[in-house]
């Protein structure tokens, strides 16, 4: 593929897909997530020709243009979309498939204890919300959704949506697991430090009238 319809496809895959874009014009010049797959693009084509140095160079220096991070030995599918982009990491090892979204602060990491393949592998299809880790050398199924501030620390199925610290599964082939109200459109999703709250609410309250059941017992 030559580099004016790489080009061409990357700047239409935002303007689709993003509501705030106003312009084509707009998103070349302007988009983080845009400079940041353009420059992986290249430098992962000079990383498969063993050109370690100045693939890591480019690397380096998108991250300080963009603030996104993305090892050139990483594998990225077509059509990813970053939004915002500012502290997105994503690691060497790490595989991506196609028309995924990656919001803001997100990062495709290791656990420090792996080796060889590191980081996560992930579907078609996934989003992949605001400020959630996904770490380990482990499959997140296609068309599956992470919340934002999720923890992933193991395998996710397809047709997925997970929340917490660290995540679970609340909804599969869209039937609920668990009842939350799910829809990744970054709104609707349980925040998990407020679930653990209510968490913590109920067992007080329990707590609570088993201590008043005991003292009258013993009055």
Request: proline content about 5%.
């Amino acid at each position: 593929m030559s580099f004016l319809k790489l080009l061409t496809e990357e700047i239409n895959l935002v303007f689709e897909r993003d509501p705030a874009a106003k312009s084509r014009m707009q998103v070349l010049f302007l988009y983080p997530g845009v400079k940041a797959i353009l420059n992986y693009r290249i430098a992962h084509k000079l990383y498969n020709l063993k050109l370690y140095f100045i693939a890591d160079w480019i690397s380096k220096r998108t991250r300080r243009k963009t603030g996104i991070e993305i090892h050139p030995a990483a594998q990225i599918g077509k059509g990813l979309f970053i939004d915002h982009g500012m502290g997105v990491v994503i690691g060497e090892t790490t595989v991506i498939g196609d028309n995924c979204t990656i919001y803001q602060g997100v990062t495709l990491g290791g656990t420090g204890k792996d080796k060889g393949k590191r980081h996560p592998t992930i579907g078609n299809n996934v989003t992949i919300g605001s400020g959630a880790k996904v770490l380990g050398p482990f499959t997140v199924g296609d068309n599956s959704k992470i919340a934002a501030n999720a923890v992933v620390l193991n395998e996710i199925p397809a047709n997925s949506t997970c929340v917490g610290v660290p995540a679970h599964i609340v909804k599969r082939d869209n039937v609920k697991i668990a009842p939350a109200k799910i829809d990744l459109d970054q709104i609707h999703i349980p925040d998990p430090v407020s679930m653990e709250l209510c968490k913590l609410r109920v067992e007080l309250e329990q707590l609570k009238k088993q201590l008043e059941k005991s003292e009258n017992l013993n009055q």
